[in-house]
């Protein structure tokens, strides 16, 4: 695949165009500006200086007395010379030059065309060509004895104008050049600074990480919200709005405060912690996030703790049957010492009476569930579980109607509700319970015991599996027993499928 320009050089020639553009367009403007300055400004200076020479008494006789004059040549050449122009021409009424830097023109018309307004009595300044070529050239009318005699003409060659520019710019192109440099220099820092602080990344692995971290979070089943300092919520995933949506039906996390998603106060540290709110168990994880070291918020993980749980209480039952595994074979090898020595002892009677006691109640439940429960799952299932409550020291009674075959598609999530009741009755039973089994148009579980240390709180995932599978729990507090009833509807497409 082929690499694209780099984000570095990028921005460097990104800045350096656009400076040198800037720059460019300046300088334009700002010549063209010096250019109109120098002409305005030079322009008044001729106009000035034409005022002076026109009050010149010497100047006004020897104008009015229409003749050329060496005196008259002299002074304006002189003047010329001072001021710096290129030429000072007096002119009779008729545009006859009286006066010219070149002696063979005195005499002729004055070229150019554009003397007439002077000659009409009225200051004025033009640019025309004439026999020293293009000039700026200033016009002032001459009074003696109140009665225009003649005008003075005052004369800048076009040349000499750009010249003059030309000097006005040479102090401001090194301060361009300067700028220029320093602006390269500036670009060249600000592109690197901007490359470090995105990581050294370049555009397209920017946009490619963007999108992992969106497809991360989107697809990820635990709840992700991210916060600024002052616990604002930034950034939140679907599962985080979808359950703030289940919450309060509102859509749209972003903005809202951390508390309106999580209503229960929690320890603010890195370690996971059990975190409980409407009845559900989470798994909570705190992640500071920093930008050079500093902190500018944090990142929460909120797991659904109901899996871990099960998963955990699995762990625990096959740690529990290995263990009751070992403790049965000590037994055992107990009771064949015993057997051997009544046998020994030719105790027969005894020995009788001790198999009896020994094999009449594991009889009696195997048979019930062998002949009875036809569900291998549910057979299987009661095996381990009273196992668990022998385990416990808490006698597991068992009374049960003919069980046939149940729906495969249920029993997952009715051994999930059955474990759950069960793992409260073994932390929160007192004496023995009882359990009878009925079995007609629905599937009844119904528990008796003679007291509980706390009362029965159902969790928000045991409470949402009962209305997935359209099974009921109810409770009967008595003052000598209490009741539980676990019911599982079978649902009529069940029964029609039993009767063919």
Known sequence: MKKGVRLWVLLTVTFVTTLCLLLS????????????????KEGQQLLRVGRQLALEPTIQQAVAADEASTALQARSLEIADIYG????????????????????KIGGHFAGNDESPALAGEEHLSVSHGTLGESLRGFVPIYYQQQQVGVVALGLKVTSLSTLAARSKESYTLALVISLVVGLAVSLLVAYYL????????????????EERNA???????????????????LANHAAEALYQQMTGEMSLIGKPLTALLQK??????????????????????APIRVNQRPKGSIFFLRDATETFLITDQLRNTTAYASALQSQSHEFMNRLHVIYGLVDLE????????????LEPEEAFAQQIAFLVKDPLLASFLLGERQKFVENKTPLLLTLDSI?????ACMTKWLTLLRYLHR?????????????????????????????TDQWQGTAFFEELLAETHSTFEEDYSETAVNLYLTFSLGDDYHEDLDR
């Open 85 to 104: 122009f290129d030429f000072i021409v007096f002119l009779d009424m008729a545009g006859i030059r009286l006066t010219h830097p070149d002696p063979a």
């Open 195 to 210: 490359k470090r602080q995105l990581h050294n990344l370049e555009p397209r692995e920017i946009a490619q990480l963007y």
């Open 265 to 286: 106060p929690f320890r603010k540290q890195k370690t996971e912690q059990l975190y409980q709110q409407n009845g559900q168990d989470f798994l909570l994880s705190i």
């Open 25 to 40: 367009l300046f300088y334009g403007i700002l010549t063209l500006q010096t250019a109109d300055h120098v002409k305005e």
């Open 347 to 358: 105790a027969y009677d005894e020995l009788q009476i001790y198999l009896r006691d020994w």
């Open 216 to 234: 991360m979070l989107d697809e990820s089943k635990d709840v992700i919200v991210v916060t600024n300092l002052e616990q604002q919520i930034l």
């Open 404 to 408: 046939p075959l149940l729906p495969a």
């Open 424 to 452: 409260f009755l073994l932390q929160n039973g007192q004496g023995e319970v009882q359990l009878q089994i009925h079995y007609g148009a629905s599937l009844t579980f119904h528990y008796t015991i003679a007291a509980l």
